[in-house]
Structure formats: C-alpha cells, structure tokens
C-alpha cells in the first residue's frame, strides 16, 4: 500500500503538459478544482472527466501510475459513495427498516465518487508533469506580489516544494524499514488493532530518525553551496509564456465555455 503512494513524485518526459508553463500549470489546476465541485448535472459532470482523460493522454504519462495514485484512496471513495446511498434525503426507493436507499442519495453517491476520484487525477497531472524545481519557481512568481507585504515568498515556496518532495522520499524509506522488520520476523498484519499499532514502534522509531537525518543533510548541503534566502537570487532559466502556453489557455478557455453552457443551460441533477 506504501509503494501506491504516487503524491509528489515526477515523472520525466517531453510531452505538451511537460513544456507547459509550470504558473499556467498551477493555475489551472486550482481553476479546474473549482469546476469539479460546481458542476450541477450530469453533462457538466461528464464534461469535466472527458477534459481530465484528454489531459491525462496528453502528459503521456503511463495509465497504470494514475490507477496506482488512485488505489491508496479507493477505500475512502466506497466508505463515502455508501454514506451518501444512506443518506439522502426524498421518498425511498428501497428500505429495509430504518434503512432506505433514495434517488438523491444515488446521484450525490456518484457525484461525490467522480469528483474526488477527478481531484486526485488532476492533482496527479500536475505533480507528474511538474517537477519540484518548476513548482517552486511557479510558486514563487505568483506569490511574488505579498513579497511588498514583507511576507517570506521564496522561503514559502522552497518550504512547500521540499515537503511536497519528501513525501516519496519518506514513504520509500517507511517500505525498507518495513521489509527489514519482517525479514528479522515481526508481525504486523496479525491480531486486533491495538496490536497492530504496537508492532508500528519499531517502525516510527527508525523513520523518524532517519527524516532528521534527511533533514540536516539537506540543510548542510544548502549551507555548503551559500544558500541564503530568496534575496538577490539569479534564476538559470527564467520563466517565460509561449506560443504553447497560449494554446493551452485557449483549449482550456473553450472548455470553460463549454462548462459554462452545460451548468446554466441544463437542469441541476435531482
């Protein structure tokens, strides 16, 4: 289940996504966020998938990483979609004593299923598609306006783009610890659930002493090559909107549009 674990890792490659503009990136994700949980029906709904699928083709990123971002959270998706079946409110289609099963606990069911699956996906692309220096960057520039306000931008950004990198790192080193535990013959799938956390001991112990360690590495190499904040710092390549970029905004523009018509246009789902 550790090793399912995609968030924060890159995947390296020279597709449309991957020469994109890592602030339009950004953005987008933010603005198709917004999209995923105001889409009122079905078509709008629908909409959105067929624009994440087109995306997901286009980052030429291999269909099997998304399913396995997609596994650590399937549990999460059951327990809520089950909720929502439960829950609705209306007349009952089926009940069973005090449980009853409504029109409008089936739609929110697929509704709530289909937008957290598509979060996780377009999270996925831009994480995939982004490396951690392009997300630092991208970061930096678009909160460069609260630097005026004093507030430390380049120190947000580095902070938020080394933790979104640890991530993979952290959960890489959980599985060897894991490994090496059972290769010495601990148990830690049998018994209730106190025991299980029990035998967990062993495995935070040497984790969390090996973050640190990570973690004043990384702060000595940092100091070794004079780093010193955001101040007076030169960029090796500077971030610049192409003829690209503009394609991307228009499709997503057009899209937009589409969504636009689709939402007002048609009925809410009921």
Not at 45 to 51: D, K
Not at 61 to 82: D, N, R
Not at 125 to 133: A, Y
Request: proline content about 4%.
């Amino acid at each position: 289940m550790i090793s399912d674990i995609t968030l924060g890792q890159f995947f390296p490659g020279r597709s449309v996504l991957h020469r994109t503009d890592p602030r339009i990136k950004l953005c987008l994700t933010v603005f198709y966020i917004v999209l995923i949980f105001t889409a009122g029906n079905f078509y709008a709904l629908g909409s959105v998938v067929a624009f994440v699928l087109l995306a997901m083709a286009c980052s030429r990123v291999p269909f099997k990483l998304y399913l396995k971002s997609l596994k650590p959270i399937l549990f999460l998706v059951v327990f809520t979609a089950v909720l929502n079946i439960f829950y609705g409110a209306g007349d009952p289609l089926l009940q069973w004593g005090f449980i009853k099963i409504t029109k409008n606990g089936l739609l929110n069911c697929v509704f709530v299923s289909v937008r957290i699956i598509t979060l996780i996906l377009v999270s996925s692309i831009l994480t995939f598609t982004t490396s951690p220096t392009q997300l630092t960057d991208a970061i930096e520039r678009l909160l460069k306006p609260l630097g005026k306000l004093h507030v430390p931008v380049h120190e947000f950004a580095m902070m938020m783009t080394i933790a979104l990198r640890f991530v993979p790192l952290l959960l890489e080193e959980t599985d060897k610890i894991m490994s090496a535990q059972k290769a010495r013959g601990a148990d830690m799938e049998s018994g209730g659930i106190l025991q299980r956390l029990k035998a967990l001991v062993p495995i935070l112990i040497p984790l969390f002493i090996s973050a640190f360690r990570r973690a004043f590495d990384l702060a000595t190499a940092m100091e070794s090559r004079c780093y010193h904040g955001g101040e007076g710092r030169t960029k090796m390549k500077v971030l610049k909107m192409g003829k690209q970029d503009a394609l991307v905004l228009c499709c997503v523009t057009l899209f937009f549009a589409l969504f636009l018509t689709l939402t007002l246009a048609l009925p809410a789902a009921r």
